[in-house]
């Protein structure tokens, strides 16, 4: 069992000081909310309206309308539409997103366990980079291949979203080199008045992989002694889950012997019949079906090649196509505005992740792991020390627990209708992603050894009997 708790935490104060004296004047359409038809568009459209100022992403100062930038806006309609129920499923919409992953992609055997990532044109997770409103968030614990950060866009509550803007174009000059595919900016919910309650529930046509949802939205904004002084808050909770399908439910994956078809074998070569090397003839053998471990004779080994092993296993029942998933999310902010210049603001999230997942028994590899079934072995039919080759199927499938806790604070404030335009926002953002594994059934390599050896501390004298 392996117990892995790194923890990332990062820490950030900003002072931001514009002049608006010198904007280009210029009307635009401004970014779509959930009161619009519209639930998807593209930076460049026009339309008339109250000219007013906003921060667009590619953009560092605040500007009238949208821009020149290929900026596209995903609003609260355009999920609610697609049925998305996940920031991933949002995204994954994308034409621009191609190559990322999610927790579907190897299930149990992924890298990162638990994560989703954004992958604009195909250019790495690392050269895409994520905002939650335009501000940095903390990376995954865990780099994909060990080598890429990248930020998980499940740590985020869709429920927190307002809208999701996509800046499609390379913006490394305003960002930094992590931002050479382009930007995803996640805007989250600002102001709401009144209560909302969501719910959904979803399943496939075999009874599996259910998926449930819900959403409770609530908040205030009001006045406070004069129409200059305001005080609004506004708290969310979201809960996702989502059930397992299995492997061997599936007809493409039920079976991973496709030569039938014209295509490889990709059975296990390590299964519930063991294999070794006959020393007398320098090929591998395999343990032929039916025996039950008691009087095996080399004769009940079927002869195979001396280059390689038999593939023969169909581990398909132990795997998952889905892994379970469950996530809990909260987000709060709150604004105090005393004045028509003044304002404090503080905004938190929490997301709690976990994942459930399972993979094939512990595969014995003679190459890496050096195991041998010793000539003293009683059950050795070939009274010399033999490699072995095969699963421990009586261990049982490996399971995996994976938690990971996403806790993200900005706090800030801000003067604005300043004399000649000027705007000033001061901030400190505090974020913290928090990794923890727990395995079941995995196998001490030198414990088996000492099994296998007769040398089991307590045990002296007893041997395991792998055939």
């Keep these: 069992m392996s117990l892995l708790r790194p923890y990332l935490a990062v820490a950030s104060s900003s002072i931001l000081l514009i002049s608006l004296a010198n904007v280009q004047q210029a009307a635009s359409s401004p970014i779509p909310n959930s009161a619009n038809d519209v639930s998807a568009t593209h930076g460049g459209g026009t339309r008339s309206g109250e000219l007013e100022h906003v921060i667009v992403t590619g953009y560092v100062v605040p500007r009238i ?16 539409r697609r ?6 499923s949002v995204l994954q919409s994308l034409p621009q997103n191609v190559g990322s992953f999610t927790p579907a992609v190897d299930a149990g055997l992924n890298i990162v366990p638990g994560a989703s990532s954004v992958n604009l044109h195909g250019l790495g997770e690392n050269n895409t980079l994520v905002l ?35 800046l499609r174009d390379g913006a490394s000059a305003t960002y930094g080199a992590d931002a050479i595919a382009g930007v995803v900016n996640i805007i989250l919910k600002d102001e709401y008045n009144g209560a909302d309650l969501y719910t959904h529930y979803g399943i496939t046509q075999r009874g599996d992989g259910a998926e449930y949802r819900a959403s409770l939205t609530g908040g205030i904004a009001s006045k406070l002694w004069n129409d200059e002084s305001k005080f609004s808050i506004i708290s969310v909770f979201d809960y996702y889950e989502l059930d ?31 294999q070794t090397i006959d020393p007398n003839t320098g090929n591998f053998v395999l343990e ?11 004769s009940d080994f079927a002869q195979g090649s001396p280059n390689s092993m038999v593939p023969f296993y169909n581990g398909a029942p132990y795997l998952n196509l889905i892994s379970r998933e469950q996530r809990i999310g909260d987000f709060t902010k709150i604004k105090f505005d005393p004045t028509n210049f003044l304002r404090f603001y503080d905004s938190f999230s929490y997301q709690h992740q976990e994942e459930n997942t399972q993979i094939t028994p512990t595969p014995i590899v003679n190459s890496s792991d050096g195991l041998v079934v010793p000539a003293s072995n009683p059950y050795n039919p070939y009274g010399q020390d033999i490699p072995i080759y095969y699963s421990a199927l009586d261990a049982g499938p490996r399971q995996k627990i994976v938690t990971i806790d996403t806790t993200r604070n900005v706090v800030g404030v801000q003067l604005f209708n300043l004399p000649n335009n000027w705007f000033v926002d001061a901030s400190y953002l505090y974020a913290e992603s928090d990794f923890d594994n727990k395995g079941r059934n995995f196998l001490s390599i030198s414990r088996l050894q000492d099994a ?16």
Excluded: M
């Design 244 to 274: 397992p399908i299995k492997a061997s439910d599936r007809s493409f994956s039920s079976n991973p012997d496709h030569s039938s078809r014209g295509y490889n074998n990709g059975s296990a070569t390590r299964g519930n019949r063991l």
């Design 83 to 88: 049925g998305a129920t996940t920031v991933q």
């Design 132 to 166: 939650i409103d335009g501000q940095r968030q903390v990376p995954f614990p865990l780099a994909q291949y060990g080598t890429f950060n990248f930020v998980d866009i499940n740590s985020v509550p869709l429920a927190a979203v307002d809208r999701i803007e996509i």
């Design 288 to 298: 032929r079906p039916g025996l039950n471990g008691i009087g095996v004779k080399p």
């Design 65 to 80: 309308g949208d821009g020149p930038a290929p900026v596209t806006s995903l609003d609260n309609n355009y999920a609610q």
């Design 452 to 467: 296998l050896g007769g040398s089991v501390v307590g045990l002296a004298g007893q041997y395991y009997n792998p055939f």
